[in-house]
């Protein structure tokens, strides 16, 4: 490989056939005309070939040098080429971010950070999947079945945003912000009006409104219950606004992210319970293919979703 010709030699040879002279060749080329002779006297060692015939009057092309400055002429349009389709990749690339996020962090958090995001990056179009975590997850390591929503089949989701207490193999993550779930009833539930705190036994003992497992809610839960008999759901619900609103109506109380019932507790329509003796804390998380470095606009979203963490 080291006896390949370099590009910049090429450049210089055809522009002599082109130009009519080596002077006129090192001057398009920018550089002194002993420097030009230097670069084609080693082209010529390198090829075995006579390119120039050098004159008193001048240097021209050879035969042996213009049939070489054609097949240069083929190899500098395919050499641009591919510097062409490599900055079409590159801009393709740049124009179109997919992400993937958990309910939680779509609904309270991504929209203020997306916010921010158009406005450092208006020209990039953002493609957002809401999954549960574990299904962000798999859509992050590129999952047999696990496709975005948008962006066809080829779409690749660089970034990911989970709220599960672990994160699974093959993903790098961050955390990005922290949450607390909270117990919430509706007024006219009696532990609306209850003096005590809540305890895990008698969280673990009552049939709950919950998210569906697979969900970054659900998994803590269940990982703050471990060690106790836990009753089996009054209801399995896809959304936080499934699980508000069955509360609301008085199915079952719920353990729902803080974030999520922010509105709910300020105006009244839900209650929350007071808990003692369960870590209801969690981390949310930015996540990312292992052994991937971010870059662009996946880089840009992060550094946003990072300094709100702080």
Same mark, same amino acid.
């Given at each position: 490989?080291?006896?390949?010709?370099?590009?910049?030699?090429?450049?210089?040879?055809?522009?002599?056939?082109?130009?009519?002279?080596?002077?006129?060749? *090192?001057? /398009?080329?920018?550089?002194?005309?002993?420097?030009?002779?230097?670069?084609?006297?080693?082209?010529?060692?390198?090829?075995?070939? %006579?390119?120039?015939?050098?004159?008193?009057?001048?240097?021209?092309?050879?035969?042996?040098?213009?049939?070489?400055?054609?097949?240069?002429?083929?190899?500098?349009?395919?050499?641009?080429?591919?510097? &062409?389709?490599?900055?079409?990749?590159?801009?393709?690339?740049?124009?179109?971010?997919?992400?993937?996020?958990?309910?939680?962090?779509?609904?309270?958090? =991504?929209?203020?950070?997306?916010?921010?995001?158009?406005? &450092?990056? %208006?020209?990039?179009?953002?493609?957002?999947?809401?999954?549960?975590?574990?299904?962000? #997850?798999?859509?992050?390591?590129?999952?047999? +079945?696990? &496709?975005? *929503?948008?962006?066809?089949?080829?779409?690749e989701v660089e970034l990911g945003f989970v709220e599960g207490p672990v994160v699974p193999a093959g993903l790098e993550s961050e955390v990005v912000a922290t949450d607390r779930l909270v117990v919430v009833v509706a007024g006219g539930h009696p532990w609306a009006r209850r003096r005590t705190p809540l305890r895990p036994a008698e969280l673990a003992a009552t049939a709950l409104v919950v998210r569906e497992r697979g969900s970054g809610t659900r998994d803590t839960l269940d990982?703050?219950?471990? +060690?106790?008999?836990?009753?089996?759901?009054?209801?399995?619900? +896809?959304?936080?606004?499934?699980?508000?609103?069955?509360?609301?109506?008085?199915?079952?109380?719920?353990?729902?992210?803080?974030?999520?019932?922010?509105?709910?507790?300020?105006?009244?329509?839900?209650?929350?319970?007071?808990?003692?003796?369960?870590?209801?804390?969690?981390?949310?998380?930015?996540?990312?293919?292992?052994?991937?470095?971010? /870059?662009?606009?996946? *880089?840009? =979203? =992060? #550094?946003?979703?990072?300094? +709100?963490?702080?």
């Amino acid at each position: 490989m080291s006896e390949l010709p370099d590009l910049e030699s090429l450049r210089l040879l055809v522009d002599v056939g082109e130009l009519g002279s080596l002077g006129q060749a *090192a001057r /398009a080329a920018g550089i002194a005309q002993p420097s030009a002779s230097k670069r084609i006297a080693l082209l010529e060692r390198r090829l075995g070939l %006579p390119l120039l015939e050098r004159t008193p009057s001048g240097s021209k092309l050879t035969t042996q040098g213009a049939m070489v400055a054609g097949w240069a002429t083929q190899v500098l349009a395919a050499a641009e080429e591919l510097v &062409r389709g490599a900055q079409a990749v590159r801009r393709g690339r740049e124009g179109h971010l997919r992400v993937a996020a958990s309910m939680t962090v779509a609904e309270y958090l =991504l929209p203020r950070w997306l916010g921010e995001f158009q406005a &450092r990056e %208006p020209q990039v179009q953002v493609g957002l999947d809401v999954l549960n975590s574990a299904e962000v #997850a798999a859509l992050v390591l590129g999952e047999e +079945g696990q &496709r975005p *929503a948008v962006g066809g089949e080829d779409a690749e989701v660089e970034l990911g945003f989970v709220e599960g207490p672990v994160v699974p193999a093959g993903l790098e993550s961050e955390v990005v912000a922290t949450d607390r779930l909270v117990v919430v009833v509706a007024g006219g539930h009696p532990w609306a009006r209850r003096r005590t705190p809540l305890r895990p036994a008698e969280l673990a003992a009552t049939a709950l409104v919950v998210r569906e497992r697979g969900s970054g809610t659900r998994d803590t839960l269940d990982l703050a219950m471990r +060690g106790h008999v836990v009753a089996a759901p009054r209801l399995e619900l +896809g959304s936080n606004t499934a699980v508000k609103g069955a509360t609301r109506e008085g199915a079952a109380p719920a353990v729902l992210s803080g974030y999520a019932v922010e509105t709910e507790l300020a105006t009244g329509r839900l209650v929350e319970v007071t808990t003692a003796g369960i870590d209801l804390g969690r981390r949310l998380r930015a996540v990312w293919r292992r052994g991937r470095r971010l /870059a662009g606009p996946a *880089a840009t =979203l =992060l #550094a946003i979703a990072r300094s +709100g963490a702080k």
